[in-house]
């Protein structure tokens, strides 16, 4: 196993079923490895704020697995920047998301996706994050705005 961070390794960004089951070689580049060390800080990050373990779904996606699964090739996935999580040990991924934008973490977009995972992205060293937080159902994608109390 190659550790990026104390709780994440390159393994788990990079494991796919569906690569495996149709022979594609998922092992990213060098400059992809960059920003999957910028992801694994991201998620540290998110871990400490759930204090619990996460589970990565979804991380790292060549472009032929990212075509595979129907994903748009602007994916941060295919720049190694983004991952799709849960955490059973620490709630709902609603209750996940609304965490996450009520803490100081500098993701680049947050998507609840269909209330079952959460997607997260980080941007390059240098760049600027633009906390965009989403909300995608069966109706489409819709920006997250959060309820005001009267």
């Known amino acids: 196993m190659t550790r990026l961070?104390?709780?994440?390794?390159?393994?788990?960004?990079?494991f796919s079923q569906t690569a495996t089951r149709k022979g594609?070689?998922?092992?990213?580049?060098?400059?992809?490895?960059?920003?999957l060390c910028i992801l694994a800080?991201?998620?540290?990050?998110?871990?400490n704020l759930l204090n619990a373990?996460?589970?990565?779904?979804?991380?790292?996606r060549c472009?032929?697995?990212?075509?595979?699964l129907g994903s748009k090739r602007?994916?941060?996935?295919?720049?190694?920047?983004?991952?799709?999580?849960?955490?059973?040990?620490y709630g709902s991924p609603q209750i996940i998301f609304a965490d996450i934008i009520s803490s100081d973490i500098c993701y680049d977009q947050?998507?609840?996706?269909?209330?079952?995972?959460?997607?997260?992205?980080?941007?390059e060293d240098g760049?600027?994050?633009?906390?965009?937080a989403l909300i995608i159902n069966g109706e489409g994608a819709m920006i997250y705005q959060p309820s005001r109390k009267q």
């Open 5 to 14: 961070t104390p709780h994440f390794t390159l393994e788990e960004f990079t």
């Open 24 to 35: 594609i070689d998922n092992t990213p580049h060098e400059g992809i490895l960059d920003n």
């Open 41 to 47: 800080n991201g998620m540290e990050d998110v871990r």
């Open 53 to 60: 373990p996460i589970h990565v779904s979804s991380g790292y």
């Open 63 to 68: 472009p032929e697995l990212n075509d595979l």
């Open 74 to 89: 602007t994916s941060q996935h295919t720049q190694g920047l983004a991952c799709d999580f849960t955490s059973n040990a």
């Open 110 to 123: 947050l998507i609840l996706e269909f209330d079952r995972w959460i997607h997260i992205s980080f941007v």
């Open 127 to 132: 760049g600027t994050p633009r906390k965009q």
